[in-house]
């Protein structure tokens, strides 16, 4: 079993920031890889960065160069600085865990770009 809890959403004007976490606990040395999704009202779960343990990393064309993932192993978190945030960036975001057996995802946080 892995539990993930994510942090760090909120409203935010365009052009902002924010940082989400993601801890994870539990079974966490059988963790893969960790990912983060998101979901706007309307639309399809997408994924957003992803990251290996070994640390190679994948982004949605639409938040490179803008997101970046990175993960502290020693804490058990990933993290996802986003910045120049845009009002399409607007969505709940996940974390998921992928472990050999089945992947886990956390409960999800709201970001809102607005002004």
């Known amino acids: 079993q892995v539990q993930l809890v994510e942090s760090g959403g909120g409203l935010v004007q365009p052009g902002g920031s924010l940082r989400l976490s993601c801890a994870a606990s539990?079974?966490?040395?059988?963790?893969?890889?960790m990912g983060w999704y998101r979901q706007a009202p309307g639309k399809q779960r997408e994924l957003v960065a992803a990251?290996?343990?070994?640390?190679?990393?994948n982004y949605a064309d639409s938040v490179k160069g803008r997101f970046t993932i990175s993960r502290d192993n020693a804490k058990n978190t990933v993290y996802l600085q986003m910045n120049s945030l845009k009002p399409e960036d607007t969505a709940v975001y996940y974390c998921?865990?992928?472990?050999?057996?089945?992947?886990?995802w956390g409960q999800g946080t709201q970001v809102t770009v607005s002004s």
């Open positions: 998921k865990a992928l472990l050999p057996w089945r992947e886990y």
């Open positions: 990251i290996t343990t070994g640390g190679s990393t």
């Open positions: 539990g079974s966490v040395k059988s963790i893969n890889g």
